[in-house]
């Protein structure tokens, strides 16, 4: 990879991130974020409103961390996947976390569950769901690749199932709408306790598959192939599955269910730098933290009201997915 290429993905998030600290409903200087941010390392005589230094640090500054956080752990866990199952179509969510994680927000949407008790049972079935699915994909001590997808179909559509029980039994006057809107992700109504709760795994998550990117380019040949290298190849799918789903299940915890990042990030990731892991996955963190950063700087700013991330992702992700399969002719990218 060039240097310039690195220049750009190291600097282009950085400049997202402070633009996105200006954009907004509540109109301010395009500096006052920059010197806001400063204020709290130097000295600096202040010539804002408290309300704006309200609205950078309680609604603005937590919605890009998380945004850039949570399309970075989307993006490096479907590079990571697409490598370990040898598929460009594998998305994070084919383990079904997002279905399992989407059921326990939905199970606590329900019987009137605070924020907290949402965040903490969608991590938790998000796990449980990837466990049952890798659990029911295990023959005879190994775990074939068709066995973790077919379980992971079968897995994310008992979910999805009961997701749609828990909406058809929901009032629908106020517990159905807030499920739907959950189940669309927004980061309407996020605060920097969210990204305290969620930024720790995702850290863990992101350093364990950058730690194991050039098993992942042996992985990616084949199983025999990785054996005969010395490879261990069950625990090193157990370890990426692990760390797919730390991420996962911490971005829909707090997001909701969006989709297309992981399945587009990685193909762009692939036409800038390469198939090489050790390359690809730092450049798919850079460019998913700068997608979503800017989607939703889209979802808040473009109409009066909120318009939920999902909606966006797949407006824009579908037909670029097309473009990229017209582009390649079906190949892989």
């Known amino acids: 990879m060039s240097k310039k290429k690195i220049a750009i993905l190291i600097i282009l998030p950085v400049v997202l991130f402070f633009l996105s600290l ?20 130097f000295y600096i005589k202040p010539d804002w409103t408290p309300m704006v230094e309200a609205v950078i640090f309680q609604i603005r500054l937590p919605r890009a961390i998380l945004a850039m956080f949570v399309g970075a752990s989307l993006s490096i866990s479907g590079a990571s996947f697409q490598g370990m199952f040898k598929n460009p179509l594998v998305s994070p969510d ?13 199970l606590i949407i329900l019987t009137g569950g605070n924020a907290a ?8 079935f998000g796990i449980a769901g990837v466990a049952l699915t890798y659990l029911i994909s295990r023959v005879y001590k190994t775990t074939p690749i068709l066995m973790l997808v077919l379980s992971g179909v079968v897995v994310g559509s008992l979910f999805s199932a009961l997701i749609s029980v828990t909406k058809y039994i929901a009032d629908p006057y106020s517990r159905l709408p807030q499920i739907t809107f959950w189940l669309m992700g927004s980061l309407a109504s996020v605060s920097m306790k969210d990204v305290i709760k969620v930024i720790i795994p995702m850290i863990v998550g992101m350093t364990g598959l950058m730690l194991v990117s050039w098993r992942l ?13 010395g490879i261990r190849t069950e625990v090193l799918k157990g370890f990426i599955i692990v760390c797919c789903t730390l991420l996962s299940a911490s971005a829909v915890s707090v997001v909701g269910m969006v989709g297309w990042v992981g399945l587009v990030i990685p193909h ?38 909120e318009i ?18 017209r582009k390649t002719k079906g190949g892989t990218i």
């Open 94 to 106: 084919i383990l079904g976390v997002s279905a399992a994680a989407g059921f326990g927000a939905a």
């Open 217 to 229: 380019n042996v992985l990616s040949m084949g199983d025999e192939e990785a054996r005969s290298l």
């Open 22 to 41: 200006f954009i907004g409903r509540y109109p301010m200087s395009i500096l006052t974020p920059v010197k806001l941010l400063l204020s709290k390392v």
């Open 308 to 325: 939920p991330l999902g909606i966006l992702t797949a407006i824009i992700g579908a037909p670029f997915f097309a473009y990229l399969i």
């Open 268 to 305: 762009i990731g692939r036409m800038l730098v390469g198939p090489d892991h050790k390359v690809l996955l730092p450049a798919t963190l850079s460019i998913g933290a700068c997608f979503l950063l800017i989607v939703d700087d889209i979802a808040r700013a473009a109409t009066g009201a």
């Open 117 to 124: 008790a949402i965040q903490i049972f969608a991590f938790v």
